[in-house]
């Protein structure tokens, strides 16, 4: 029951439509055709003044209307729109549609380009990118942002975060995340700020898939870690930010793992554990190595009868063999010039 009230209360969201436009370069001549003939109006108005007060007074407030009202509206509404970039309007507190085609177009004056995100940095959802600047004579302007929203494929890597794996362990861990928006009307309207919101559930999404595996796993235990299973985890991560994302009107591309590692204050220990059991395998596989020599030494002996040992002999030709083989350094030779026995 509460989910179906939670769904019933939730605001609805505009769907992604063209808002009504022309052709700006039509709209951009004839404007300035009209203009040149309100200032011909307004000479011809002027040279009327002695003559014919109706005609000076009713021809000067038309032509100043249009040259300082009209006119200028009639620029406000032309708009340059280049490839991959869109621009979301609002007329009076509603959505009036999305531009996505590269052009020159007429809109509605009166129809304001929306973009939360402008003045943000695409890469970092966290820190916030300059408006642009410009300097005349040591005094620096700053230029409004950018209100197009961008439809290109775009990287977000934000700072590397501390987690606990599924051990316990702290670990250092950073993505890369490759989105795009493709859903202009729900990326400004759903949320506050798609940029942020994408940011943030990028770093919840890291913090719950890297609970679930350790960090690392020996050959025995054939289990998935972080540093064995890359791939499986980047799917995981993958649709565990889509789905986040999603409402927001974001496609998320691909995500991959920049940076993994051990926390400062544990990473000594861990490395000398890992050199530990590096050591122990290559022993393993020494000795493994070492004892099927061994076993084949005394075969090709007994076969070929090049000399019969007794059971002492064995155990003391098995025990130097062993230790020329598993030894750190290089045996040093002992030549006996006596008898065996």
């Not at 304001?112 to 300059?130: E, F, I, R």
């Not at 410009?134 to 775009?154: C, D, Y």
Request: glycine share 6%.
């Amino acid at each position: 029951m509460k989910t179906e009230l939670n769904a019933v209360n939730a605001p609805r969201l505009p769907e992604e439509c063209n808002p009504r436009h022309g052709n700006g370069m039509v709209v951009l001549f004839l404007n300035i055709i009209l203009m040149l003939g309100a200032i011909g109006l307004m000479i011809w108005s002027i040279l009327q003044e002695g003559r014919s007060p109706l005609y000076f007074g009713l021809g000067l407030a038309v032509s100043g209307l249009y040259l300082c009202f009209f006119g200028p509206l009639l620029f406000v509404g032309l708009k340059v729109l280049n490839p991959n970039e869109a621009l979301v309007f609002t007329l009076f507190g509603k959505y009036h549609g999305t531009l996505k085609t590269a052009g020159f177009y007429f809109v509605n004056p009166f129809a304001a380009a929306v973009n939360p995100a402008a003045g943000k940095d695409l890469t970092s959802g966290k820190t916030d990118k300059p408006a642009a600047a410009a300097t005349i004579n040591n005094i620096t302007f700053n230029l409004p942002a950018k209100k197009t929203v961008s439809l290109k494929a775009m990287t977000l890597n934000n700072d590397k975060q501390k987690v606990n794996d599924a051990l316990g362990n702290p670990i250092v861990i950073g993505i890369v995340v490759i989105w795009k928006v493709v859903d202009t009307a729900k990326a400004v309207f759903a949320v506050d700020n798609y940029v942020e919101y994408l940011s943030i559930q990028c770093d919840a999404a890291l913090r719950n898939i890297v609970r679930l595996y350790p960090y690392d796993s020996s050959d025995e235990e054939q289990e998935k870690s972080l540093r064995g299973s890359s791939q499986e985890l980047a799917v995981r991560l993958q649709e565990e930010i889509q789905q986040k994302v999603t409402m927001a009107g974001i496609q998320i591309m691909e995500a991959r793992i920049t940076h993994l590692s051990y926390a400062p204050e544990i990473a000594h220990s861990m490395l000398q554990r890992q050199q530990a059991s590096a050591i122990v395998a290559a022993r393993q596989l020494i000795v493994e190595g070492a004892v099927g020599m061994v076993e084949m030494a005394l075969t090709k002996l007994s076969e070929k009868h090049i000399v019969d040992l007794d059971e002492e002999r064995k155990a003391a030709m098995v025990s130097n063999l062993l230790v020329v083989l598993c030894g750190n350094k290089d045996a040093q030779p002992v030549v006996n010039s006596g008898s065996i026995y």
